[in-house]
């Protein structure tokens, strides 16, 4: 309900629990044994390398917007357009950016394995729990729809109002399925905070 602006409340707020939601999975997992304690373990730094790439776009789609309420977004979306599509040549070049950069974080936090195979003649496969799984892919969900609010997302009171909502989720999940083993390269944290970055400077030189 938040991420659909029918409550009130702030970008930062929300996105803790968006980051907080996509770390359930791997963190289940983390007293489920020795190798799914190792497998949460490297999922969880790897979400954690991404982290500041969510800051910077939260904070590019919050000036763009001029307010850190959720709603005051969907405002935004509603007056002024889109933040992918209406508004300064600058500001959209902007938020374009910060919305590739959190794609490859999307992407990219997935974890490299969800299982470990053992050696030996009799060795087999231990995977994360199917619940870790589950959860993970819920926070992927959860941080789709988080973007969709703040880059493609007014506030759905008809059936056309949901257009950008929809357009905006369906192109990250592609992405986040198809990209991911691109995104988990090694220098995809780096690329996601420089993208990120260059968006929030798009985005203010637009409102200057």
Do not use: K, Y
Request: charged residues 10%; aromatic residues 6%.
């Amino acid at each position: 309900m938040l991420l659909a602006h029918r409550f009130e409340g702030t970008v930062p707020a929300v996105l803790i629990m968006v980051l907080a939601a996509r770390a359930s999975g791997p963190a289940s997992a983390l007293s489920a044994g020795e190798f799914a304690r190792r497998l949460a373990t490297a999922a969880l730094r790897r979400q954690a390398a991404f982290a500041s790439a969510w800051v910077l776009f939260a904070a590019a789609a919050s000036v763009r917007a001029g307010s850190t309420v959720m709603a005051d977004i969907a405002g935004a979306h509603g007056v002024a357009g889109l933040a992918l599509a209406r508004g300064p040549v600058l500001s959209i070049a902007g938020m374009w950016l910060a919305v590739l950069g959190v794609a490859i974080a999307i992407g990219g936090s997935f974890p490299a394995r969800v299982g470990v195979r053992l050696a030996g003649p009799n060795g087999g496969m231990v995977l994360m729990p199917a619940l870790a799984r589950r959860l993970d892919l819920l926070g992927v969900a959860v941080q789709i729809l988080f973007v969709a609010a703040l880059a493609a997302g007014a506030q759905i009171r008809s059936a056309t109002d949901a257009i950008g909502w929809v357009a905006a989720a369906v192109a990250l999940g592609a992405w986040t399925w198809f990209g991911r083993d691109a995104a988990r390269l090694p220098i995809a944290p780096a690329v996601a905070f420089g993208l990120c970055a260059a968006g929030l400077a798009l985005v203010v030189g637009g409102r200057a």
